[in-house]
């Protein structure tokens, strides 16, 4: 059911097909991040009518509500949600470490505690609860660290994680007898390139129908980029390359310069709701201010659109003064309009970018977006 094919490559870039059960998806990818079965605010057919081949749901969040027994009932996660195209689901490792004290972390898995009730996760009942949500393509448990973990925890965290990977795969294999999912691998190993090197040869050599990178946070971007790149001359070309939880505009760029293939994060919708809006760079978006706007007071009376080079339909149809007025109204509406402009920039900047490449033009266009003056 799943399979991925390289389609043009530009330098290191590449665009590709990766396809799934529920239909394919296009490559490079921003895959709008649907926490508990939802994207905040939207309707599945309007995440879907902005261009979107995918979402990515929590597994943790689904497990604690509904339950994925409900979930099973209704049809699964495509049915119940509504999102007929294909799904990711992340393990739930990286909410479980989000929970800082509140969890104790073990060989075998992690204990946690939410409003009172016990709660257990293990990497075989990542793999039961993500086979029974029903999702295309799954993670790997794994253990994430806070970004300045020392070396020597580091290095436990590792080899708890790789053990872990051993035990998701073969627990996948036993589950996936009908060849409905893909599983990926995840790479970790802090910030310490030696470890990230022994994550990506021990991942890389084990049955994993593709591979991610987790624990990148993007800041400082510099480090981040010196763990990366090592990784992705190890790590299999032939495989599908997911970086979990980046979306700033100059992050995608640069990884997917590397070969990168997918990304996810909440940035785009959470900052919608935070009153922020991303602009292209013939309006003033740049590195130095992230690519974003704020509303402010100023917006009252601007009857100018939030972005005049945005062709979305927020773009198209309201002013700033409007959507400050439902900013200050707490309409609900706010959220809706603002996270379809976040996303429909989103959507359209991966189709720019699949377009440079396929025409060998990645380089120019990463300069007209990341180096502009």
């Known amino acids: 059911m799943f399979s991925f094919t390289i389609t043009h490559r ?143 925890t580091t290095k436990v965290s590792l080899a708890r994680s790789h053990a872990w990977a051993v035990r998701s795969l073969a627990e996948f294999k036993i589950l996936n007898s009908d060849g409905k999912q893909a599983l990926y691998g995840i790479i970790q190993g802090g910030r310490f390139p030696e470890l990230r090197a022994e994550s990506a040869r021990f991942i890389s050599a084990l049955d994993f129908e593709a591979l991610a990178i987790g624990s990148i946070f993007g800041n400082p971007k510099t480090e981040s980029l010196a763990l990366v790149q090592p990784v992705m001359k190890i790590l299999p070309e032939e495989k599908a390359k997911h970086l979990l939880g980046i979306g700033a505009v100059d992050d995608i760029f640069t990884y997917v310069e590397l070969g990168l293939d997918t990304f996810d994060c909440v940035l785009p919708t959470r900052l919608a709701r935070m009153g922020y809006a991303f602009i292209r760079p013939e309006s003033g978006g740049k590195v130095e201010n992230k690519f974003r706007l704020k509303m402010t007071a100023a917006f009252r009376d601007d009857g100018a659109p939030l972005d005049r080079h945005c062709a979305c339909t927020v773009c198209t149809t309201f002013s700033r003064s409007y959507l400050w007025h439902l900013h200050k109204a707490k309409e609900l509406s706010f959220y809706t309009l603002m996270t379809l402009h976040n996303l429909s920039f989103f959507s359209t900047l991966l189709e720019e970018i699949r377009g440079a490449i396929e025409k060998g033009e990645f380089v120019l266009l990463k300069k007209e977006w990341v180096e502009r003056t």
């Open 10 to 152: 530009d330098g290191s870039a590449r665009t590709g097909i990766i396809s799934t059960s529920h239909g394919d998806i296009k490559t490079p990818a921003f895959i709008p991040v649907a926490t508990k079965g939802t994207v905040k605010s939207l309707l599945p057919e309007q995440v879907e009518a902005l261009g979107f081949d995918a979402i990515l749901a929590n597994t943790l969040h689904l497990h604690l509500q509904p339950g994925e027994a409900i979930v099973e009932k209704m049809g699964g996660l495509h049915s119940f949600s509504g999102w007929k195209k294909p799904l990711f689901t992340d393990s739930g490792g990286f909410q479980v470490f989000s929970l800082g004290e509140k969890r104790q972390v073990d060989d075998d898995g992690v204990t946690f505690t939410i409003n009172g009730s016990p709660q257990r996760l293990t990497p075989e009942s990542s793999m039961q609860i993500q086979r029974t949500l029903g999702a295309d393509l799954i993670f790997a448990f794994d253990e994430c660290l806070e970004k300045n973990a020392d070396e020597a």
